[in-house]
């Protein structure tokens, strides 16, 4: 895992919400055998003195969207 702050100039982001895909191994894909392989997982973040801290799974992709 990892941890990432982020802060914009210009925006004031309470917190964030979003969706993370990831898996144990990053070659993990979804198929019609095994179609929750890589399921869709809820996502949030919350502000720590101005900035976003993220934290972020291994082998994962995640979409934010900001929130004032």
Known sequence: PTDITVS???IAARSA???VLTA???DS???F???GAVPP???SASAKDGAL???LPP???TVVHLEP
């Open 24 to 26: 144990d191994r990053i």
């Open 29 to 31: 894909i979804n198929s």
């Open 33 to 35: 055998d095994e179609p």
């Open 53 to 55: 801290v993220l934290h």
């Open 8 to 10: 914009i100039p210009g």
């Open 17 to 19: 919400v979003g969706e």
């Open 41 to 43: 997982r809820p996502f």
């Open 59 to 61: 082998h994962s992709l």
